[in-house]
């Protein structure tokens, strides 16, 4: 089980991640092209699995009562957001970086759904 921390940080990160990826599948969508038509197959399986997971995040956020907020301090150095009397704080850097990371796990669980399917 994720302790609150952890929630949080997810809750802040998914979605950006999410719309990473709805633009990455908008800019293919459309092509005849057949490798293209794979990774737009690609990226609609990993936004049904960041989807599932933002689905999870949030319901064990409100199963814990937790209200996560945007703070009006944010600034595009570092996202703030506050829980409870917590503040926290990412840096873009540390989101950029994050995000690489997560996109490459969700990679090879997209990877390990394709590979069950065979």
Same mark, same amino acid.
């Given at each position: 089980m994720q302790d609150d921390l952890s929630l949080v940080r997810d809750h802040i990160l998914l979605p950006i991640l999410q719309t990473m990826v709805v633009q990455a599948n908008s800019e293919t969508e459309g092509s005849k092209d057949v490798l293209t038509r794979l990774k737009l197959m690609v990226g609609v399986t990993l936004l049904k699995t960041v989807r599932?997971?933002?689905? $999870?995040?949030?319901? &064990?956020?409100?199963?814990?009562?937790i !209200?996560?907020?945007?703070?009006? &301090?944010?600034?595009?150095?570092?996202? !703030?957001?506050?829980? +409870?009397? $917590?503040?926290?704080?990412?840096? !873009?850097?540390?989101?950029r970086a994050e995000i690489a990371l997560r996109m490459d796990q969700y990679i090879t669980?997209? +990877?390990?759904?394709?590979?069950?399917?065979?």
């Open positions: 599932a997971d933002i689905y $999870q995040v949030n319901t &064990e956020l409100r199963r814990r009562k !209200r996560v907020v945007k703070d009006p &301090e944010s600034s595009r150095l570092e996202l !703030r957001y506050r829980y +409870g009397d $917590q503040l926290v704080c990412i840096p !873009r850097s540390e989101v669980v997209v +990877g390990e759904l394709m590979d069950k399917k065979e």
